[in-house]
């Protein structure tokens, strides 16, 4: 395909054929305790269609099935939703949730596999990637559904939110381990802002508003923009079924936050939040790079730095800085730790506005402030690390990053099992296509109810 779209070139061509490969090559050794299925999901339109945003390309999940030893198979599937054949999201009735492009996330819960867009409900898949339908949680799920759920590792909860640039602006919701929502709450005091990810912690929830926030002046189809008249803020939340009447917002410098990599509450009482922002220029840099607009950045993550907040909400007071200067996004972490202190985290690194730097999986110690890099090489793009916790674990780090790389010079891809100790290859799996570069995924794990062929 060619194109003057940034989003369908390079890295990014979408694939025009769903295919399914069986006994894949394996270099090194797969550690036979990685028995399930490593799923990522991102943006890939239909041959022919040209989408006005990277956002609006139809969702197609990946698919690759370890057990044993061996990759036994990689497929690939559109998530197939009214909008994959042309149906519009606003219609003469209003908005059609169901209209998803389910391009962002794929999750597990509950036995379900959830194909996920924050602007939609959620799509269902089977096993095999073929798409169920719409998923709204019997009727319960009223509003959109982010693409960045949260499942509490204590309680096996699945928290999450939809929010809208029209009131209600933010909706809390809580389903049980049945995947079955028992809690839901309208957030006071929120605003029309982009809320793309939020934070979980062992007594808190903690959502992101940040200067990027409902336009109905652009035309990209993605209505949002940066404006300095909007707040950044952060809203703390105590958990449980009365918090949202004690939600408290504090105003935080400007910028904007995709991704969060963590949050919990420190011996202090106060509450620590991590993840990449953009400033002003990075976030038009990146916009133009989504939408194909001339001066944009050399990619879709341009000047987007770590930063922590340190949130003492007794004080009422926020203290902020940037922690690293590489271009980083996709944070990842072990989810054991997740809403608790972690030391380790994960990330993709990206060459900077200039061009300079490479593409790489990183791991930041946070206690020791040292940063690690497995340099991917040239022309080669990692995707999200997701991390998978060795059998006998007794460290954070003990266990595997799996990532999928595309590799222009080659016309390839492949999985990369990396140690996630000191991000050394275990193991490369040859995929039988180069696999556009996507979005979010999920290790789903072999349970007891898995089906032994599948």
Same mark, same amino acid.
């Given at each position: ?255 904007? &936050?995709?991704? +969060?990599?963590?949050?919990?509450? $420190?011996?202090?009482?106060?509450? *620590? /939040?991590?993840?990449?922002?953009? !400033? %002003? ?120 990053? &799996?990532?999928? +790389?595309?590799?222009?010079?080659? $016309?390839?891809?492949?999985?990369? *099992? /990396?140690?996630?100790?000191?991000? !050394? %290859? ?29």
């Amino acid at each position: 395909m060619t194109s003057d779209k940034p989003y369908l070139t390079g890295h990014y061509t979408p694939l025009t054929d769903e295919v399914t490969a069986t006994e894949l090559t394996v270099e090194g050794v797969l550690p036979p305790e990685l028995t399930g299925r490593l799923l990522r999901n991102g943006h890939n339109p239909k041959p022919g269609v040209t989408p006005t945003h990277w956002f609006k390309g139809s969702g197609m999940v990946h698919g690759i099935r370890l057990r044993g030893g061996r990759a036994e198979w990689y497929r690939n599937r559109w998530v197939r939703t009214p909008a994959l054949d042309g149906a519009p999201y606003l219609t003469e009735h209003g908005p059609d949730l169901t209209a998803s492009v389910a391009g962002t996330h794929v999750i597990e819960h509950a036995g379900r596999l959830l194909a996920l867009c924050e602007a939609n409900v959620p799509f269902e898949l089977t096993r095999d990637l073929d798409t169920v339908g719409a998923h709204d949680f019997d009727g319960k799920l009223r509003t959109a559904m982010t693409a960045h759920p949260k499942e509490d590792p204590v309680t096996g909860e699945l928290h999450f939110f939809g929010s809208s640039p029209f009131p209600p602006h933010l909706v809390y919701y809580v389903a049980d381990t049945k995947g079955e929502i028992v809690h839901t709450a309208e957030i006071r005091g929120a605003t029309a802002s982009l809320k793309h990810d939020f934070a979980l912690t062992r007594r808190h929830v903690v959502f992101v508003e940040g200067n990027v926030t409902f336009d109905p002046a652009e035309r990209s189809g993605i209505p949002y923009g940066w404006s300095d008249r909007q707040p950044s803020r952060i809203g703390v939340m105590p958990r449980g079924d009365d918090g949202a009447g004690h939600i408290r917002w504090l105003t935080v410098e400007p910028g904007n &936050l995709l991704h +969060v990599a963590n949050a919990y509450e $420190d011996g202090r009482g106060r509450i *620590v /939040l991590e993840g990449p922002t953009v !400033d %002003r220029e990075g976030f038009r840099l990146s916009w133009n790079w989504w939408v194909g607009a001339p001066g944009r950045g050399t990619e879709p993550a341009a000047r987007s730095y770590t930063r922590r907040w340190v949130i003492d909400t007794v004080a009422g007071t926020v203290d902020e800085q940037i922690i690293d200067d590489l271009p980083v996004e996709f944070p990842t972490i072990n989810e054991r730790y997740l809403g608790a202190e972690n030391r380790y985290q994960y990330a993709v690194s990206f060459p900077d506005e200039q061009g300079y730097g490479g593409y790489g999986v990183v791991k930041y110690d946070r206690t020791t402030g040292a940063r690690r890099i497995h340099r991917a090489g040239d022309g080669r793009l990692p995707g999200e690390a997701v991390f998978v916790p060795a059998d006998r674990a007794t460290r954070e780090d003990d266990g595997y990053l &799996l990532t999928v +790389v595309s590799d222009l010079k080659q $016309d390839a891809s492949q999985l990369l *099992v /990396l140690d996630a100790s000191g991000l !050394d %290859r275990i193991a490369t799996v040859h995929l039988p296509h180069r696999v556009t570069a996507g979005i979010h995924g999920s290790w789903v794990p072999d349970g007891d109810g898995d089906d032994s062929e599948a």
